[in-house]
T-cell receptor, first 111, second 114 residues
Framework: ELKVEQNPLFLSMQEGKNYTIYCNYSTTSDRLYWYRQDPGKSLESLFVLLSNGAVKQEGRLMASLDTKARLSTLHITAAVHDLSATYFC???????????FGKGTKLSVKP | KAGVTQTPRYLIKTRGQQVTLSCSPISGHRSVSWYQQTPGQGLQFLFE???????NKGNFPGRFSGRQFSNSRSEMNVSTLELGDSALYLC?????????????FGPGTRLTVL
């Protein structure tokens, strides 16, 4: 059974600081997704990582994938309040629309 | 391009009743997946449909069922509601659901069971 673990589950940061969220998964996969969810809202796609060594960046967020280590990271650079949200990683195992999600990392960026 | 739409957005039901939720995917998308989100269990996969066929099913009881129509719109049904079915139900659409195309999520239907 595929398990996806994120850490930390809660993260309180000061504006301007850097931090990394980790996503480990238990079975071989080369398809990993990062989503953002604001309170009371749906999930917004951030990154799709489809191969070992994939790195994608958008603004202050950068995601990478190491399929050999079964690890993805979401790095936050110089955090701002607008980044406060819950971030989920998800792994696709079946190629049939079945995403297995981590429990999410609730990020709070304080001034 | 219009996003994924779900109706209704909010629903209150009592135990024992049944409920039907609807999802309209992004135009051109043929795969629709359904997920349940609760504070305790997080996001869990319910099932996925492609070309009117259920291709994959999560670990939920038979009270949870779904279908997809020829226009790719999908419905999910929960019969004999239990208190534990209270959740945010999200549907997501993608082009063909192969894993290399992104799943785009709708706003969700928040179901409360009293």
């Amino acid at each position: 059974e595929l398990k996806v673990e994120q850490n930390p589950l809660f993260l309180s940061m000061q504006e301007g600081k850097n931090y990394t969220i980790y996503c480990n998964y238990s079975t071989t996969s080369d398809r990993l997704y990062w989503y953002r969810q604001d309170p009371g809202k749906s999930l917004e796609s951030l990154f799709v990582l489809l191969s070992n060594g994939a790195v994608k960046q958008e603004g202050r967020l950068m995601a990478s994938l190491d399929t050999k280590a079964r690890l993805s990271t979401l790095h936050i650079t110089a955090a701002v309040h607008d980044l406060s949200a819950t971030y989920f990683c998800a792994v696709d195992m079946s190629s049939q629309g079945n995403l297995i999600f981590g429990k999410g990392t609730k990020l709070s960026v304080k001034p | 391009k219009a996003g994924v739409t779900q109706t209704p957005r909010y629903l209150i039901k009592t135990r024992g009743q049944q409920v039907t939720l609807s999802c309209s995917p992004i135009s051109g998308h043929r795969s629709v997946s359904w997920y349940q989100q609760t504070p305790g269990q997080g996001l869990q996969f319910l099932f996925e449909y492609f070309s009117e066929t259920q291709r994959n099913k999560g670990n939920f009881p038979g009270r949870f069922s779904g279908r997809q129509f020829s226009n790719s719109r999908s419905e999910m049904n929960v019969s004999t509601l239990e208190l534990g079915d209270s959740a945010l139900y999200l549907c997501a659409s993608s082009l063909v659901g192969t894993g290399v195309d992104t799943q785009y999520f709708g706003p969700g239907t928040r179901l409360t069971v009293l």
